[in-house]
Nanobody, 123 residues
Framework: QVQLVESGGGLVQPGGSLRLSCAAS??????????MAWYRQAPGKQREFVAR???????NYADSVKGRFTISRDNAKNTVYLQMNSLKPEDTAVYYC???????????????WGQGTQVTVSS
């Protein structure tokens, strides 16, 4: 079982930047071989996909963050990052990371959710 610990959230003004980190650990979890993704959940809304990076470092983004957010990974540190620029109030949410697997018809999460990290964009 993989343990995921998110960090780096905080309060930032509109137009600002934050960098989130997610450290993965687990005795049988080979980080470098796994697709990792960021999700977010705003108050009163369902959790939604934000960005994905495969083991080959291919990336996908939700349309709402494309061009503003960048996902990356450091396999030596078992860590995935989310660089968030030009933040908007609608980016306010708890951000979570998770591993993903291809389910045949789409990607699905394959790990347990961590505690997440709160991002608040407000003036």
């Amino acid at each position: 079982q993989v343990q995921l610990v998110e960090s780096g959230g905080g309060l930032v003004q509109p137009g600002g930047s934050l960098r989130l980190s997610c450290a993965a650990s687990g005795s049988i979890f080979i980080f470098s071989m796994n697709t990792m993704a960021w999700y977010r959940q705003a108050p009163g809304k369902q959790r939604e996909f934000v960005a994905r990076i495969t083991s080959a470092s291919s990336t996908n983004y939700a349309d709402s963050v494309k061009g503003r957010f960048t996902i990356s990974r450091d396999n030596a540190k078992n860590t995935v990052y989310l660089q968030m620029n030009s933040l908007k109030p609608e980016d306010t949410a708890v951000y979570y990371c998770n591993s993903e697997r291809w389910r045949g018809t789409g990607w699905g999460t394959s790990g347990s959710w961590g505690q997440g990290t709160q991002v608040t964009v407000s003036s």
